[in-house]
């Protein structure tokens, strides 16, 4: 048999790469161990507003063409041939390459080309939306589908709020940890688990690799040297991530930008994991029957992210996306009717699991309508596991993805421990 994930296109890999300034505070609110269904009133709502939407649509005079600037996945057939066919219209996508990109693009006058931006969390509540390039959506048309959402994306949810939580800036769906990915024929995801970051780092010496998302090489090394990046940093901080970053160079087998190989270098056994590392990652793999190859989370985190709540604190990194409508100076109601589209339980699923290479949890996963559609592979690829337990504990050791005001330092830094490698 094939196996198709030893060709998988890998073109998510730029997902972050130059995502220069993000990471997080806060972590998924209220995040559960287990995520099972719950009624399916806010999926019976999707329905319901997707069919009064398109006879609205039917019977109005607009822009007949949509323009949509996001993620892969948000941009491929499996999601937007639907939306064609019900709607009549003709949508222009293009991938995203990075999210600071994007948003100097819409800062460049790019309003005046893109209707819909997906970008991942915190650019719409600091940027987008002070700036003026997003318009805020109706809350009372869009709360009702907050029920199909998983535990700790419940109404209200600040990342899709703006400031003074007046006003709803996007809508949530594609999420996931981050933290390592591992072979764990080769290395004990629990040892891992309970030993940190070090456990890569040092207990791997010679044998990781690192996954060269410079963004999140960044941030995890902050993390695997004792404090979040999600601050400012003392002296004697920024010279403990300076250690460390060397040190994750130094330590390194190989160095790639290339999930898809690296992914093929942890079944060969030529890595046994690599840094960092999100569900994913080893999504593609996990789906091919691949299911040594798995995303692991430290149990315990920085002491700055210890509460009462979580004792343990928190070791890793949750990035959670956000869809929002462009300030177009000529808008169209196709914009808003893609956003309700896309909380339909079969175009939530699709954007979940039918992205080319990878699968990503949707929170609308809450809902029995869009989780029925996932299969017990498709499931296992994202590391669902009973009532959603599996990726519910990996997501609760997680820090949301917000902004690294130390980044162009950290960044000079993660350069030259690259430089003197030799990578």
């Known amino acids: 048999m094939t196996n198709v994930y030893r060709n998988f296109s890998s073109s ?19 995040m559960l161990p287990a995520m099972s269904a719950r009624a ?20 109005g005079n607009h822009r007949m063409e949509l323009n949509i600037h996001a993620w892969e996945g948000y941009t491929e057939e499996p999601v937007l041939d639907p939306f064609s066919r019900q709607t009549g219209a003709k949508v222009n996508p293009q991938m995203l390459i ?9 800062r460049g006058g790019g309003t005046k080309t893109w209707d819909v931006i997906n970008l991942n969390n915190a650019w719409q509540r600091k940027m987008l939306y002070p700036e003026g390039l997003i318009t805020p959506l109706d809350k009372d048309k869009y709360q009702p589908l907050y029920e199909m959402n998983v535990p700790g994306f419940e109404w209200p949810y600040h990342w899709t709020l703006d400031v003074s939580g007046n006003h709803l800036l996007g809508i949530i769906q594609r999420y996931g940890p981050s933290a390592m990915v591992i072979n764990s024929d080769l290395i004990s995801a629990d040892t891992v688990e309970k030993g940190g970051y070090a456990e890569m780092i040092e207990g791997a010496a010679g044998k990781y690799a690192i996954l060269d998302y410079e963004n999140w090489v960044i941030m995890h090394a902050c993390m695997a040297a004792g404090f979040t990046p999600f601050r400012k940093h003392t002296d004697s901080e920024m010279a403990a991530y300076k250690e460390m ?13 290339d999930q898809a190989a690296l992914g093929r270098d942890m079944i060969t056994g ?19 029957g691949e299911t040594q190859i798995m995303n692991v989370v430290p149990i315990e985190g920085p002491e700055e992210t210890k509460t009462a709540s979580h004792p343990n604190g928190r070791a890793g990194i949750i990035w959670i996306e956000v869809t929002s409508l462009v300030a177009n100076p000529s808008p169209t109601p196709l914009a808003d009717a893609f956003l309700v589209y896309c909380h339909t339980p079969e175009a939530a699923y699709r ?33 669902w596991g009973e009532g959603g337990s599996w990726l519910g504990s990996l997501v609760d ?27």
């Not at 990878?358 to 590391?383: F, H, R």
């Not at 050791?397 to 990578?423: L, V």
Request: glycine share 8%; with cysteine; charged share 25%.
């Open 12 to 30: 998510r890999r730029d997902f972050i790469r130059s995502t220069a300034s993000l990471a997080a505070t806060v972590g998924a609110a209220g």
């Open 40 to 59: 399916d009133s806010g999926a019976d709502y999707a329905n319901d507003l997707w069919e009064r939407t398109k006879a609205e649509l039917a019977g």
């Open 98 to 106: 990075s999210d600071p990109a994007a948003v100097n693009n819409l």
């Open 245 to 257: 970053i060397f040190k994750i160079f130094k330590n390194a087998k190989k160095v790639s930008d």
């Open 270 to 288: 030529e890595v046994v994991g690599c840094f960092p590392g999100s569900v994913y990652t080893a999504s593609a793999a996990r789906l091919e």
């Open 351 to 383: 954007v979940g699991a039918k992205s080319p290479g990878t699968l990503n949890p949707v929170v609308q996963m809450g809902s029995n309508d869009c989780l029925s559609k996932w299969s017990k592979d498709e499931l296992d690829a994202i590391q």
């Open 397 to 423: 050791r997680c820090i949301d993805f917000d902004i690294n005001p130390d980044y162009d330092a950290m960044h000079d830094m993660y350069t030259e421990a690259k430089r003197t490698r030799g990578s």
